[in-house]
């Protein structure tokens, strides 16, 4: 699979094109030599860009605050996924559906992370999507199959169909304990009426968004989860990790399995 992404070498024809539509949203040469002469402000400008131009409502400010460095919000996804959201996707997140208790409570073991669908070209988010955009780069790179397992789930639905649902997911970031050396079947009884087992690409795309932002990897200790989606083998499903030097697994288990390093992570479901 070819890598998608796109230079960073800002083109003349590039350059043409954003002074252009600065221009017609108000921008001449005032602002522009303010830019050239202001260094901080050069720099302050440059930052507003990376971090998706919006401010945090008071919603996700609170948020912030309480979840520090595991909140990874519309700031993360503009610098580490290259995703800017519309006027009407950021109002459509603008609410964290999580009460200030529940935010408490989870700030050391989950992530709020903000989920995206598609990106600003329109493609959609799914695991092949996110395979190619960091198929063997320096930051993050998922784990090469042997030849005759080549990209094995290249044409399974969880992989070139499913994408994440635009909003809030606050999603464990270890396995729970009591979930090992169980079946998917006794790992499913341990959840609460709050909880939820999320989709593969959703655990995907908040591993990769963690790795970038903190360093940091989730289900660590060679562990891995299991996922929401079925595989199109008979009564199997999917597992994404653990995350090897040779980059993240993505693999598959049988309900009946039962494996010491397979558990379930799961999610919190909204609450407001």
């Known amino acids: ?61 609170i948020a912030k605050e309480i979840m520090g460095p595991n909140f990874l919000g519309p700031e993360a996804i503009a610098r580490y996924f290259d995703i800017v959201l519309t006027n009407e996707q950021f109002k459509q997140v603008s609410e964290v559906p999580f009460s200030k208790q529940t935010i408490e409570h989870c700030k050391n073991t989950h992530l709020l992370c903000l989920m995206a669908d598609t990106d600003n070209l329109g493609n959609q988010i799914t695991i092949n999507y996110l395979c190619k955009l960091f198929l063997r780069t320096a930051t993050f790179t998922f784990y090469h199959y042997p030849r005759e397992r080549e990209c094995w789930f290249e044409h399974e639905e969880f992989a070139f169909r499913q994408t994440p649902q635009l909003g809030w997911c606050l999603i464990r ?34 591993i990769i968004l963690n790795k970038l932002a903190n360093g940091e990897e989730l289900f660590s200790g060679n562990t891995a989860v299991n996922c929401a ?44």
């Open 173 to 206: 970031k270890t396995i729970t304990l009591r979930s090992r050396d169980k079946t998917f079947i006794e790992q499913k009884k341990l959840l609460s009426k709050w909880q939820y087992i999320e989709r593969a690409v959703a655990y995907v795309y908040a």
């Open 1 to 61: 699979m070819e890598k998608f992404i796109m230079s960073r070498t800002i083109s003349l024809g590039q350059a043409h094109e954003l002074i252009e539509i600065l221009r017609k949203n108000g921008f001449d040469s005032r602002w522009a030599q303010r830019i050239i002469v202001n260094k901080d402000f050069a720099k302050r400008t440059a930052d507003f860009i990376q971090r998706g131009g919006v401010e945090l409502t008071s919603s996700q400010k």
């Open 229 to 272: 989606d079925e595989t199109t083998l008979p009564r199997s499903r999917v597992v994404v990790g653990p995350y090897y030097l040779e980059g993240l697994k993505i693999d598959r288990s049988y309900d009946a399995q039962c494996a010491h390093h397979i558990g379930i992570a799961p999610a919190i479901k909204p609450e407001i």
